[in-house]
């Protein structure tokens, strides 16, 4: 859990669920954090306000993305490619806007 000096501001982060462990966080904003990078494969509605809290606690600026994954992005010979054969194409639907967080 280490911030950067960058010529940007302080920068780091955590990933997925690690954004949800106060003390991770705590870590950062210990440190100074000006820029939270925050990764993460949650496509829930509600990660916006996840972020947005983030945000306002840490008095920091937050990047979130989140992947896009469609089914065509396995191979068929996938040993697990059965398990998602019945589901939508679309996977993992990403973020298209976020909107300040700040």
Request: glycine share 6%.
């Amino acid at each position: 859990m280490t911030v950067i000096d960058t010529p940007f501001g302080r920068v780091g982060g955590l990933i997925c669920w690690e954004n949800y462990m106060p003390l991770a966080r705590t870590a950062m904003y210990a440190q100074g954090i000006d820029i939270y990078v925050a990764p993460t494969a949650d496509a829930r509605d509600s990660w916006q306000s996840t972020i947005r809290h983030i945000a306002c606690e840490g008095r920091c600026f937050v990047l979130s993305c989140n992947q896009f994954a469609t089914k065509e992005s396995y191979p068929a010979d996938l040993a697990y490619y059965p398990d998602i054969e019945q589901d939508p194409e679309v996977l993992s639907r990403g973020k298209r806007d976020c909107g300040p967080v700040r």
